[in-house]
């Protein structure tokens, strides 16, 4: 099936630093991902669907500015959490769905982010 | 608004059966998912509903009432390892690049 890697598993960062995770489809060209965000015993909720090419559009309440996303090939999107904040630590994870429309949504490994 | 609804938590022990409810109300609908999560991995995909009815895979089964926004998943000869959270999960179109909308995710805790 369908992989999608997602690096890094885990990052503790300190307050006000920046970091990127990466998002990438293996064995498929992913024209949309989507970035989720989940926090202690809730569910997933979506950050922001991000599309190749062009810019990434946001949920509500999600602020573009903090959560930068470049999806710049058809294998490649990262998110960037800059000025982290304590209230940023969350589980993040990616998923891609190939080109034409699937059942499926192949999800990342997830990356656990700490901001001491 | 979207809106999906299961239970927060659920027990059971080894070799019973489990349902897990699910209800959706969302603007459009192509298809219910479930989502096995274990604490701190992804999710991994069990079933796929589309149409009404029954879709049987091994120990799992997943079942579809468009008409009344509800599905169930069905854990048969319940095991150790399943115990773990089970999302429920709406796409409300048909179009490539359509994310999931996810409900809160049910904690099913088994014991011997």
């Not at chain 1, 891609?96 to 700490?114: D, H, M, V, Y």
């Not at chain 2, 059966?17 to 209800?23: D, L, S």
């Not at chain 2, 179009?95 to 996810?102: D, H, N, P, R």
Request: proline share 3%; glycine share 8%.
């Amino acid at each position: 099936g369908a992989v999608v890697s997602q690096h890094p598993s885990w990052v503790i960062c300190k307050s006000g630093t920046s970091v990127k995770i990466e998002c990438r489809s293996l064995d498929f060209q992913a024209t949309t991902m989507f970035w989720y965000r989940q926090f202690p015993k809730q569910s997933l909720m979506l950050m922001a669907t991000s599309n190749e090419g062009s810019k990434a559009t946001y949920e509500q309440g999600v602020e573009k500015d903090k959560f930068l996303i470049n999806h710049a090939s058809l294998t490649l999107s990262t998110l960037t959490v800059t000025s982290a904040h304590p209230e940023d630590s969350s589980f993040y994870i990616c998923s891609a769905t190939p080109r034409q429309p699937n059942e499926k949504l192949f999800f990342g490994s997830g990356t656990q982010l700490s901001v001491l | 608004g979207q809106n999906i609804d299961q239970p927060t938590e659920m027990t059971a022990t080894e070799g019973a059966i489990v349902q897990i409810n699910c209800t959706y109300q969302t603007s459009g609908f192509n298809g219910l998912f479930w989502y096995q999560q274990h604490a701190g991995e992804a999710p991994t995909f069990l079933s796929y509903n589309v149409l009404d009815g029954l879709e049987e895979k091994g120990r799992f089964s997943s079942f579809l009432s468009r008409s009344k926004g509800y599905s169930y998943l069905l854990l048969k000869e319940l095991q150790m390892k399943d115990s773990a959270s089970y999302l429920c999960a709406v796409r409300d179109r048909w179009q490539a690049g359509t994310a999931l909308i996810f409900g809160k995710g049910t904690t099913l805790s088994v014991s011997s």
